[in-house]
Nanobody
Framework: QVQLVESGGGLVQPGGSLNLSCVASGSIYSINYMGWYRQAPGKERELVARTTNSGSTYYAASVKGRFTISRDNAKRQVYLQMNSLKPEDTAVYYC?????????????WGQGTQVTVSS
């Protein structure tokens, strides 16, 4: 079984910054994709940013240029540096990982961390 644990959420003023972290543990053989999703009240969960084990990245249009995703494969960690935060970035942010255990493939989710952007 694979577990993801996030940290780093909180309350920040518009224009501020936050850095989210997520670490994966368990019976992992390899992780292909690691990324971040978010879900605001009354909205569907959406992909924010994602990175592959080769370093390719994807960003949602709404965060491109403001957020940066990075990954430490050896530590099985993924980070999301969020700058120039806006009130519309307020949401619960979820870490996600897809890969292989020593048996079947896995898709894992963290428990979520709240990010609130407000003055």
């Amino acid at each position: 079984q694979v577990q993801l644990v996030e940290s780093g959420g909180g309350l920040v003023q518009p224009g501020g910054s936050l850095n989210l972290s997520c670490v994966a543990s368990g019976s992992i053989y390899s992780i292909n994709y690691m990324g971040w999703y978010r879900q605001a009240p009354g909205k569907e969960r959406e992909l924010v940013a994602r990175t592959t084990n080769s370093g390719s990245t994807y960003y949602a249009a709404s965060v491109k240029g403001r957020f940066t995703i990075s990954r430490d494969n050896a530590k099985r960690q993924v980070y999301l540096q969020m700058n120039s935060l806006k009130p519309e970035d307020t949401a619960v942010y979820y870490c996600n990982a897809d890969g292989f255990t020593w048996g079947p493939v896995f898709r894992a989710w963290g428990q979520g961390t709240q990010v609130t952007v407000s003055s």
